[in-house]
């Protein structure tokens, strides 16, 4: 891990929502909405997308703890703003809170999420 990342370093990243990211056990006759697992693949593939440029060669992130509320429904086809902050760096675990916010500027997630660098060739088993 390179000694750019600093606590208090933010970053978003948007999406549009797309059928497969909904829910459909509700029923027929039901609107899909964005699914709780989607958000939070979103949540920890913004922090992924972060944390990338400030892993030295050879290092990559796993995440290894999600504690994330599902607070508002949003609909399929609305945007979703995923936004990430580093709180803390210990050693190499990371540690964020995260947000997720409907086009509408409601919140519609928030939580914390943990990550760890890792050495791809070591974790791969190489």
Not at 16 to 38: C, L
Not at 97 to 105: I, K, L, P, R, S
Request: charged share 20%; proline share 6%.
């Amino acid at each position: 891990m390179k000694d750019t990342l600093k606590p208090g370093m933010s970053f978003e990243k948007t999406i549009t929502t797309t059928p497969d990211m909904g829910i459909s056990h509700m029923g027929p006759g039901v609107p899909s909405m964005y699914s709780t697992p989607a958000m939070i693949m979103l949540m920890e593939g913004t922090c992924v997308e972060f944390l990338t440029p400030h892993m030295g060669a050879g290092e990559q992130t796993v995440g290894f703890h999600v504690n994330v509320k599902h607070l508002a429904p949003t609909k399929i086809g609305q945007n979703v703003r995923a936004k990430v902050t580093l709180n803390e760096i210990k050693g190499r675990r990371l540690q964020f809170t995260v947000e997720a916010f409907n086009e509408d500027g409601t919140k519609v997630g928030d939580g914390t999420h943990e990550r760890a660098v890792v050495e791809i060739a070591r974790f791969a088993g190489h």
